[in-house]
């Protein structure tokens, strides 16, 4: 038979302190904040697969890869003249997540008028050819989507053990 013993239970309380305060984190925030981490990855992605025109006169244009940061053509337009334009990390911090059921969303568009054409095709002008799209927010979408599970799971466990190492 056993004996009578000792138990400290200390730690106990301690592990129990640690996940009351997990419990009581904002998961809101954490999800806002993953959202806009998978977004500014998107946009890094996006950006740089973004084709810049080049004209028959040497200059270069830029508008289409400036309207990812852009909230209307003519600031994707302007930014260039002015400067101006955000970068991608930053312009996904100001974007809104919002929640739809369980899933949390953050809309990223260009809303310069011709993005589309240049991501899924158009028809020449004389429209007697056709022009391949360059499927840039595509490619990049599946990329991060790619990588979104482990990017996650690497953002709730340094949020556990920041919640349960921390005093």
């Known amino acids: 038979m056993g004996r009578g013993g000792r138990v400290d239970y200390r730690q106990l309380k301690a592990f129990e ?10 998961y809101r925030k954490f999800c806002d904040a993953a959202a806009k981490e998978l977004a500014a990855r998107l946009l890094a992605k996006v950006i740089k697969r973004t084709p810049v025109g080049v004209y028959e006169d040497g200059t270069t244009g830029g508008t289409l890869r400036r309207g990812w940061t852009a ?3 003519r600031e994707a337009e302007l930014s260039a003249t002015f400067g101006g334009g955000n970068g991608a990390n930053k312009f996904a911090d100001s974007l809104k997540a919002k929640k739809v059921g369980s899933v949390y969303e953050i809309e990223v568009i260009n809303p310069v008028e011709y993005a589309s054409y240049v991501e899924f095709g158009h028809r020449t002008r004389n429209h007697e050819g056709w022009v391949n799209g360059r499927f840039m927010m595509t490619i990049s979408a599946d990329e991060v989507e790619q990588q979104a599970p482990a990017i996650l799971e690497r953002k709730l466990v340094n949020m556990l053990k920041e919640a349960l190492d921390g005093d």
């Open 17 to 26: 302190r640690k996940l009351a305060k997990l419990a009581e984190s904002d």
């Open 71 to 73: 909230k209307s053509h």
